[in-house]
């Protein structure tokens, strides 16, 4: 291990995958602990974690299951209870909750906007409430909140109450790290664009061609000037610099992870 993280606890929310892979949560759960950290492993369905759980012992970290419906106020509570019972401490905290759901603001039906709005700010809101007490107690911590190219421009998608959702994060972030900067905890954002992780086969190619992740696949790397589409890892590569001590003068800013996709103008 290079250490990187050497020492440091850290929570990573939706660390299952939907399908084998790199997914976000499960590459910053591996990435993290080949630098040091003991893993808080959180996700909502202990099907989905199996493999990341082995990936992570596979290169010697240690890591703790947990099952938590990031949504529900007592839940998070009890999670984050948990985590320092176990280890005692809270040093890292990774938001990775979250998902996509088509329509426009006339298509899309009222309970499916709440649903989408608790899914990816609220659960946010919610870690980040029980967690940030107990860094401004410790003097130290870093959140690393993850976002979506499409809350900084229109992907292809009318999708939203995701993209707001998104957006929400941004500017979330931004407020929590001036607010808690005095108090030694750091907080920034990654936003990753059009990756290739299982939830594309899994989900996102019924929702937008029929099932056809070749078309999908094609229609994504088509946005992308670098040519080529990045995964997880690239995602949680970003977040363990903004967790690290290497961005120990970073606070309150964003790292977008997409190939260039969103600064093009076409």
């Known amino acids: 291990m290079a250490g990187r993280l050497a020492g440091k606890v850290a929570i990573v929310t939706g660390a299952g995958c939907v399908g084998s892979g790199w997914g976000n949560g499960r590459a910053t759960c591996v990435r993290f602990a080949e630098e040091g950290a003991?893993?808080?492993?959180?996700?909502?369905?202990?099907?989905?974690?199996?493999?990341?759980?082995?990936?992570?012992?596979?290169?010697?970290?240690e890591v703790e299951p947990h099952l938590c419906d990031v949504t529900d106020s007592h839940a998070v509570q009890n999670?984050?209870?948990?985590?320092?019972?176990?280890?005692?401490?809270?040093?890292?905290?990774?938001?990775?909750?979250?998902?996509?759901?088509?329509?426009?603001?006339?298509?899309?039906?009222?309970?499916?906007?709440?649903r989408q709005l608790n899914l990816n700010l609220k659960s946010v809101y919610l870690t980040c409430r029980s967690v940030l007490p107990h860094m401004a107690a410790r003097g130290a911590g870093a959140i690393v909140n993850t976002a979506s190219t499409s809350g900084?421009?229109?992907?292809?998608?009318?999708?939203v109450a995701y993209a707001s959702a998104k957006a929400a994060i941004i500017q979330f972030s931004r407020v929590v790290a001036v607010e808690f900067a005095s108090k030694g905890v750091r907080v920034n954002t990654v936003v990753p664009g059009q990756l290739h992780t299982p939830m594309v086969e899994t989900r996102l190619a019924g929702q937008r061609m029929g099932g056809d992740v070749d078309a999908l696949l094609a229609s994504r790397l088509k946005r992308i000037p670098l040519g080529w589409m990045g995964d997880g890892r690239d995602t949680a590569n970003a977040a363990l610099f903004l967790a690290s001590d290497e961005a120990r003068f970073i606070t309150g800013t964003e790292i977008v992870v997409d190939g260039g996709m969103s600064v093009r103008c076409d």
């Open 79 to 114: 999670m984050v209870s948990a985590c320092t019972e176990r280890f005692g401490a809270v040093d890292v905290l990774v938001n990775n909750v979250g998902g996509s759901a088509k329509g426009g603001p006339t298509e899309l039906d009222e309970e499916s906007w709440n």
């Open 38 to 61: 003991r893993i808080f492993a959180v996700d909502i369905k202990s099907e989905t974690m199996g493999e990341t759980l082995e990936r992570v012992r596979a290169v010697g970290g």
């Open 152 to 159: 900084i421009r229109y992907t292809g998608s009318p999708q």
